[in-house]
C-alpha cells in the first residue's frame, strides 16, 4: 500500500516524464517544419491550430495531464478507503472488478478475498500490475460489504461514469 508522500513523487515523475515527451514532440515538429522550408509565420499558425483543435503536440499534453491527475486523485480516494478500513479493523478484502474496458489481468480477480498484505504482495488496484496499469478502477471492499451486485465485474459505459 503506497503512502500520500509515496503518490505525490509518482504523480510529479508521470509529470515530468510527459513533458519531456511533449517538449521532444514539439521539438521535432519545429525541426521538420523548418527543414521543410516553412517560414515562422506559418510554423506558429499550425502550432496555434494544434493547440486549439487539441492536435498531436497539446492534445498528447491535454489527455496527459487529464489522465495523471484522474488516477492520482482516484489513488488517493484509494489509499483514503484503506487506512479507513485498517483504522475498522476489517481483515479481509474481496477483490471487486470495474471498469469500461475491463482488461484479462483485472478480469480474473474479481472476487478473489484476501487480506491487506496479500493484495499488496500480487499487487493492488491501480499499483500497476495489471494490463490497464494506473487507468484501473477496481476496488478493495471488507469481505463484510454487501453493496450492489457484486458476482460479476461492474461495467460502465463511458469513462466519466461509475467512480464514486
Ligand atoms: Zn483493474
Keep these: 500500500m503506497k503512502t500520500y508522500e509515496e503518490l505525490t513523487t509518482k504523480i510529479s515523475l508521470a509529470l515530468q516524464s510527459l513533458s519531456m515527451i511533449v517538449t521532444a514532440n514539439l521539438i521535432s515538429k519545429l525541426n521538420s517544419m523548418r527543414a521543410s522550408g516553412m517560414g515562422n509565420s506559418n510554423i ?13 503536440i497539446f492534445g498528447q499534453l491535454k489527455r496527459g495531464v487529464k489522465r495523471i491527475s484522474k488516477n492520482g486523485i482516484e489513488e488517493a480516494g484509494n489509499i483514503a478507503s ?3 478500513f485498517i483504522s475498522k479493523d476489517y481483515k479481509e478484502y474481496k477483490w471487486v ?14 472476487g ?5 498484505s496479500y493484495f499488496s ?14 487507468n484501473c478502477n477496481c476496488q478493495l471492499v471488507p469481505v463484510e460489504y454487501k453493496g450492489e451486485n457484486l458476482d460479476k465485474p461492474i461495467k460502465y459505459k463511458k469513462a466519466t461514469e461509475g467512480r464514486k
Excluded at 478473489?112 to 491487506?116: L, N, R
Excluded at 504482495?121 to 494506473?134: A, D, Q, R, W, Y
Aim: proline share 4%; aromatic share 4%; with cysteine.
Design 44 to 56: 506558429k499558425k499550425i502550432l496555434v491550430v494544434d493547440l486549439l483543435s487539441g492536435g498531436r
Design 82 to 84: 484503506y487506512k479507513m
Design 97 to 110: 472488478t470495474v471498469g469500461r474496458n475491463i482488461c484479462p489481468d483485472c478480469r480474473i480477480r474479481h
Design 112 to 116: 478473489e478475498t484476501g487480506d491487506i
Design 121 to 134: 504482495t500480487i499487487g493492488l488496484p491501480k499499483s500497476g500490475f495489471s494490463v490497464c496499469e494506473g
